[in-house]
Nanobody, 120 residues
């Protein structure tokens, strides 16, 4: 599976961005897709995930109520809608996929990351 994350950019605090994670080589609909982020000097952090079966979602407390993950199976793409962005959301955002829910380090396939910068 190859993943391509896109949609990052520079936005003011309070603004919104939508990230995309497009897959090739495998159909994502049966896979768990997670979003993660890594700020300079910090460990990679779990943001949220969406299950393949049923599409249920789960979010880190830091983004709950502001970020929403959705998927378009026809486009083989998963989205991360980010609203009410804060400067502390600044990071490189990655998508990853795996057949089952696993710890962050155990996700098998990773995209290349897209930079999100939130100015105050």
């Amino acid at each position: 599976v190859q993943l391509q994350a896109s949609g990052g950019g520079l936005v003011q605090a309070g603004g919104s961005l939508r990230l995309s994670c497009a897959a090739s080589g495998r159909t994502l609909s049966s896979y768990v897709v997670g979003w993660f982020r890594q700020a300079p000097g910090q460990d990679r952090e779990f943001v949220g995930r969406i299950r393949g079966s049923g599409g249920s979602t789960y979010y880190a407390d830091s983004v709950l109520g502001r970020f929403t993950i959705s998927r378009n199976n026809a486009a083989n793409t998963v989205y991360l809608q980010m609203n009410s962005l804060k400067p502390e959301d600044t990071a490189i955002y990655y998508c990853a996929t795996n057949l089952m829910i696993v710890p962050t380090s155990a996700y098998r396939y990773w995209g290349q990351g897209t930079q999100v910068t939130v100015s105050s």
